[in-house]
């Protein structure tokens, strides 16, 4: 789930922060994705830490939308409910706090075709448990994993070496190694995998803006 990210994408998706818009829950599509703003402490400190340097365009969480006639859902690998269907308000009052943002990503119109493949799969995956590893297993899920399988068919994302390193010491950060010796694992250093930040950052995405409820 750790990816750095360049300069020049910080850099571009700082000025897409800065120039986006307000999206009404009217103006959603299935297919979209909503990404959560970062925390600065605890695990979402730690993922930010060592995966993006930038807190206005920081992400830790990440979701599909799918319309249901009227109503609006969120397919998403919840740390706490496991792969899960849930309420878009259902949603946006768990996930939003008084400081960070949910924003709204749209594939572009040349890979709008993904999307029914997408959420099938996605769909086939609800009900299983939350990976707590974040090292990639076909029995449990995290966020982006999540994400980054439901468009898989379609070579939508890639996945990454994963990095645990804190670019200001250039060791592997001290919430990480002690994250996994919890768990008695090593740290999966250059592992495969993926992150909320490294999916926002793909050239197949265009910010629609700060989504409110």
Known sequence: MMRRITLATILMLSFLFANSQNVAIRNLRSGDLIFVGAEKDNLSGAINRVTQKKDSIAFDHIGIVEKKGDAIFVLHASSKKGAVEENIQE????????????????????????IPAAL???????????????????????????????????HIFALEPMTFINPKTGEIDDFWIDFYKKQHLDVPEGKPGCNPNGLAASDKLVLLGNFIN
């Not at 949603?91 to 993904?114: C, G, H, P």
């Open 120 to 154: 099938v799969a996605a769909r086939q995956m609800l009900g299983k448990p939350y990976n707590l590893t974040y090292i990639l297993s076909e029995n449990s899920y995290y966020c982006s994993d999540f994400i980054e399988r439901s468009f898989r068919k379609d």
């Open 91 to 114: 949603f946006y009052r768990t996930e939003k706090t008084a400081d960070n943002k949910i924003m709204v990503y749209r594939l572009k119109d040349s890979f709008q075709y993904a």
